[in-house]
């Protein structure tokens, strides 16, 4: 059982390694770009807010795209387990947020 809690919570699958060939640059690049265009969607989301201010939930909404975007930040040099499993949480709540805030407040928007 321990065994199994330790690779749910501390192993580390993957670390940068400016040195390695292969794909460990194009995947860090890759994760440093999608954390930007995260944080990008971000402001746009807050932009809208302080425009129409429907809500605060969508504040949270934008937090949680901020929060996406630093996870890609800290994928870009190490995935351990912790991350994934908190990935996966963050994008349940992402998904769950984007639904409630486009259904309510701007049912004719399907982009953000």
């Known amino acids: 059982m321990s065994s199994l809690l330790e690779l749910l ?8 390694d400016p040195q390695a060939p292969g794909y460990a640059q194009p995947y860090h690049a890759f994760n440093l770009f999608e954390g930007c265009a995260w944080w990008v969607l971000a402001a746009l989301v ?5 425009r129409h201010r429907n809500s605060p939930l969508e504040l949270a909404y934008c937090a949680a795209f901020v929060t996406f975007g630093l996870s890609d930040f800290v994928e870009a040099y190490r995935v351990t387990s912790w991350l994934i499993l908190a990935k996966g949480v963050n994008l349940a709540v992402l ?8 259904s ?3 049912p004719e928007s399907k982009t953000y």
Do not use: E
């Open 46 to 50: 807050l932009i809208r807010y302080l």
């Open 9 to 16: 919570t501390t192993r580390t699958w993957w670390a940068y």
């Open 104 to 106: 309510r407040f701007y």
């Open 95 to 102: 998904l769950f947020l984007r639904h409630r805030v486009l």
